[in-house]
């Protein structure tokens, strides 16, 4: 479920709008952008709540990292970037303790520093992100 949730709500929302300014033509990209932030934020409740149930930081710290935990930090670290200052994990507090204690953390920050990479490689993807900052910072 987690990795479902990750890959559905967040990785397939982000990619949809970074596409869409090409795939839907004349749509209010505005718009969509702040929408997608706030369906992405009221998601990042219901993830909350299920890590708080299945108590996944507590057994995170006794197991091994697993695909989930690194999908879901990747996932939480992308709508950052894609966001911005306007993405937060305040309101969802255990999401906010996993990105920042996820045990497969450091892993990932050094792999995208070896090897940084865009989201979806879409042509001209770093102004589009740019874009979408000023446009959910206006709204």
Request: glycine share 6%.
């Amino acid at each position: 479920m987690l990795i479902s949730s990750a890959y559905i709500d967040l990785m397939m929302s982000i990619g949809i709008l970074l596409w869409s300014e090409v795939t839907f033509a004349g749509a209010d990209f505005g718009t969509a952008s702040r929408r997608v932030l706030q369906r992405i934020q009221g998601q990042l409740a219901v993830l909350d709540r299920t890590l708080v149930e299945w108590q996944w930081l507590e057994r995170a710290a006794s197991r091994h990292v697993t695909v989930a935990d690194c999908l879901l930090w990747d996932q939480l670290n992308c709508a950052q970037y894609v966001f911005g200052g306007k993405f937060s994990l305040d309101a969802t507090p255990t999401l906010a303790r996993f990105y920042r204690d996820c045990p497969g953390r450091e892993a990932c920050e050094r792999l995208l520093r070896a090897k940084p990479c865009p989201v979806t490689a879409r042509p001209r993807e770093a102004e589009c992100v740019a874009r979408i900052h000023e446009l959910v910072a206006s709204g």
